[in-house]
């Protein structure tokens, strides 16, 4: 085999593996450069916004939580015994980290058969179809990152029960939402 015939195998090769698309940004905490390094993510956020109303900030925000803009991301093993692994934490799953229940409900509903958990313009359109579902609900308007996130992690039920009242360590995550909701939002206005 030539050098030349070589290097193209292994180019073509590393170009459909993996490719890093579900794979994080490189810097979280600045929206401007997110938003500069996946473009496609901006289009993603803005055409849900658009379409459900839910502000872009917001969104960040609560993928930023759920799973640290990882497509892949998945809840962690339980273990038998400390050491045996028998599944995971919960079925939760993507950018979104939608469970799978509440994703076959989107699916039956405006997302359809082919959407997927790991894909970020359908992840950003569960997220807006939830929260505005929420707001029509719940009355928690789409920008209050808050009460929103406290919803879509508890769901609507537990959210109306006020489950995470019982729950301090989740009341400081939705504090921690709501701060890098409002950051990214300060950013935003500031991107070129």
């Known amino acids: 085999m030539t050098p030349l015939r070589a290097t ?12 890093g698309y579900n794979s994080p940004p490189d810097n979280l905490d600045d929206a401007c450069l997110l938003l ?6 901006h289009r993603a956020f803005k055409r849900t916004e658009r379409k459900w109303g839910v502000p872009v900030h917001v969104q960040m925000a609560t993928i930023h939580q759920e799973s640290k803009f990882d497509g892949d991301a998945r ?3 339980r273990y038998a015994l400390g050491v045996i692994p028998f599944g995971r934490q919960s079925s939760a799953y993507g950018y979104s980290q939608a ?3 509440t994703w076959k409900e989107y699916q039956d509903g405006p997302g359809g058969r082919r959407t997927r958990r790991d ?24 920008w209050d990152a808050r009460n929103q996130y406290l919803a879509y992690h508890e769901g609507r039920t537990g959210y109306a029960r006020g489950s995470y009242n019982q729950k301090a360590w989740l009341v400081r995550v939705a504090d921690k939402v709501d ?13 070129r």
Do not use: H
């Not at 569960?126 to 928690?140: A, C, E, N, P, V």
């Not at 701060?179 to 991107?191: E, G, H």
């Open 8 to 19: 193209v195998i292994v180019l073509l090769a590393a170009s459909c593996g993996g490719g």
């Open 36 to 41: 500069r390094e996946r473009p496609q993510y």
């Open 75 to 77: 809840t962690p093993f």
């Open 99 to 101: 469970l799978d229940g």
């Open 119 to 142: 894909r970020i313009n359908d992840a950003t359109d569960f997220m807006g179809w939830y929260m505005k579902q929420t707001r029509d609900s719940l009355g928690i308007p789409l």
């Open 179 to 191: 701060a890098r909701s409002k950051m990214y939002q300060a950013q935003l206005t500031r991107c």
